[in-house]
């Protein structure tokens, strides 16, 4: 009967393991602006298993999964029009670029133009990605500029973060 009683708890606490290994939700931008050229790049970085619940109400008219093409564009524009960034007051206007599926990990990659090689640097940053679907979504971003890294977080309701780099 003890034997039992174990082995119940046992199996109890391998069936919870992986529930308990991924708690919250998030994701990872990583915005580059190259001095030299100018050029600014914006990764998002996702998980499916995060995404494709926020996929019923960001494609409404596709199916709620990443294996449907029409799911996959309407993410895409969802991600340009949610993700705002201004370098020294002036807005980026950010291009898709590409877009990778790979098993649960999602990439999807931006570029832009027009970042001057000013001394002082104000990077602003302002998103609200999958609004209303979950409660907990986090979303960090990492600001690159002349290799040196800044971080904010976002959270549902979280205003625009700015981040300042001088030399």
């Known amino acids: 009967m003890k034997r039992l009683g174990l082995s119940i708890v046992a199996a109890a606490l391998l069936l ?9 939700h ?19 970085r996702f998980a499916a298993h995060d995404v494709e619940p926020a996929l019923v109400t960001v494609a ?3 199916q709620p999964t990443l294996d449907d093409p029409a799911a996959v564009l ?10 705002r960034l ?6 980026i206007d ?13 990439r999807v990659d931006f570029t832009g133009q027009g970042v001057s090689g000013a001394a002082g640097r104000s990077v602003r940053v302002d998103l609200d990605f999958f609004p209303g679907v979950h409660d907990d979504q986090e979303q960090q971003v ?3 500029v002349a290799g040196v890294t800044r971080t904010v977080v976002f959270r549902p309701g979280s205003p625009a973060q700015t981040v300042v780099f001088t030399r």
């Open 94 to 106: 950010l291009d898709h670029a590409r877009t990778d599926l790979a098993g649960d990990n999602i």
């Open 26 to 44: 998030g994701g990872l931008t990583v915005v580059v602006i190259d001095e030299a050229t100018g050029g600014v790049t914006v990764t998002h």
């Open 86 to 91: 201004e370098v020294n007051g002036e807005r």
């Open 74 to 83: 309407a993410l895409e524009a969802h991600l340009d029009r949610r993700f």
């Open 142 to 144: 990492n600001v690159r």
């Open 60 to 62: 409404p008219d596709a």
């Open 16 to 24: 919870a393991g992986p529930s308990l290994a991924h708690r919250g």
